[in-house]
């Protein structure tokens, strides 16, 4: 099969590429190979090529700085995956994209799980361009996979490597205790996209992080743990942690969509402990 990877260099592009490499042919184009906010560039490279998927793993990820830098947000979050679905609309191409929890406020009640279609509502500016980016697939192609996603971690910097981190320069540590969510293994999600193309599912929008829900500060507590770290960790409320893009307190997606396809997904706790042994961290 014949797949193209937008934003090559990112993290959860790095986990997708390993996994495909083997028996696919692949063609992985960084920001510079490959601008997707460039419509004439992506109209020429998909033409040129003729991929039978493009996987877009292309996107502007610094939550926090998106509230200064709208403009470039919305041109990679929103027109970036616009062009394209034009362009796999036009030359038949089936696009996987990645989408995010942030597409819902987190105002839900705790005890409850985000489902597909549920009402949308984002509220900080990458929320608000990636809602735009899914709604700019749906009107412009019919063959598409939105995944929605949440607190990858992977290949590169992340959550896990900075707690890390952090526990060898502090005796103590604060985390939020009151946002919830499914920390998910860049790996894990590859994984998941593999299936979904070897097994077809039908077209449409899925929640696609690692199975169970959990706080950052269980997160944390659960990284020490495994990795023999004495560290203490505190649990803080995320007022006490204010960020200039508000956090979702409920991030919970259900993955009950997807596991309906029979997709298998391991549970958070297995991928957060196989990320370790691959950073060789623990054996
Ligand atoms: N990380 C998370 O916790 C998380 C949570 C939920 C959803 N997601 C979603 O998951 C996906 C993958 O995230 P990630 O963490 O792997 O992101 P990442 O590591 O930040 O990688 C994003 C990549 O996109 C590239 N890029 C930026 N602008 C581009 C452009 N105009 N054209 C082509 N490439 C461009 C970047 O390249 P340059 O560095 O060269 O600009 C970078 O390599 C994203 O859609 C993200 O929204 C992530």
Excluded at 20 to 47: A, H, P
Excluded at 123 to 137: A, H, L, P, R, S
Excluded at 232 to 256: I, Q
Aim: aromatic share 8%; charged share 30%.
């Amino acid at each position: 099969m014949k797949i193209l990877i937008t934003g090559a260099k990112g993290m959860l592009a790095k986990a997708v590429i390993n996994k495909l490499k083997d028996e696919n042919q692949l063609i992985c184009t960084d920001s510079q190979e490959l601008d997707i906010t460039d419509k004439n560039m992506v109209m020429e490279y998909v033409e040129k090529e003729k991929p039978e998927y493009i996987i877009n793993c292309a996107a502007y990820t610094a939550v926090d700085k998106a509230e200064e830098e709208e403009e470039l947000a919305e041109k990679v979050n929103s027109e970036g995956p616009k062009n394209l679905a034009i362009a796999a609309g036009k030359y038949n191409c089936i696009l996987v994209h990645i989408s995010t929890d942030y597409v819902f406020n987190g105002d839900l009640d705790i005890n409850k799980t985000y489902k597909e279609n549920d009402k949308t509502m984002p509220v900080t500016v990458y929320g608000k361009t990636k809602k735009q980016g899914e709604d700019n697939i749906i009107q412009n192609s019919s063959k598409y996979y939105i995944l929605r996603t949440a607190w990858l971690y992977g290949e590169g910097n992340n959550f896990v490597r900075t707690m890390l981190k952090l526990s060898k320069e502090k005796e103590e540590l604060n985390v939020v205790n009151d946002q919830h969510g499914s920390p998910t293994y860049t790996e894990d999600l590859a994984s998941i996209i593999k299936q979904i193309i070897d097994k077809k599912i039908p077209y449409g929008i899925y929640h696609t992080t690692n199975i169970g829900y959990t706080t950052w500060f269980d997160f944390t507590k659960k990284i020490f743990e495994l990795s023999n770290i004495s560290c203490k960790v505190n649990p803080v409320t995320s007022e006490e942690f204010v960020r200039p893009a508000k956090r979702p307190k409920n991030s919970k997606l259900s993955k009950d969509k997807i596991l309906e396809e029979g997709i298998t997904i391991p549970d958070w706790e297995d991928g957060l402990k196989r990320y370790l042994i691959a950073e060789n961290v623990i054996s």
